[in-house]
């Protein structure tokens, strides 16, 4: 009998090795949260820091966070291959 291995894919590998088509698309297929979470942590302190920034208020920069990964989840619009997440959620935030 010969033994098979499953076939490598994303949910298979850390989170933080992964690239962020990689997680974006590796979510879309698996709704598994560990990669959009990740995808979360590598931007959140930048991105903050930038609404912070433009917005002017500690408030408002959360509540603009918290609605622009909302809407840039792979849940709520299509994933492009090559699009990267920090340009999608600037962009929302504008």
């Known amino acids: 009998m010969k033994a098979t291995l499953p076939e490598p894919n994303t949910t298979m590998r850390q989170p ?5 088509e990689e997680l974006l698309m590796g979510y ?5 949260d560990s990669l959009f979470q990740e995808l979360v942590r590598r931007y959140e302190r930048e991105l903050y820091s930038y609404l912070r920034r433009y917005l002017g208020d500690a408030e408002m920069a959360e509540d ?17 291959a090559g699009a990267g997440l920090p340009s999608v959620v600037v962009h929302d935030c504008h």
């Open 64 to 80: 603009a966070f918290q609605a622009a990964f909302f809407t840039s989840s792979p849940e709520t619009r299509p994933v492009r």
């Open 28 to 32: 879309r297929e698996s709704s598994e």
């Open 16 to 20: 933080s090795s992964l690239s962020d």
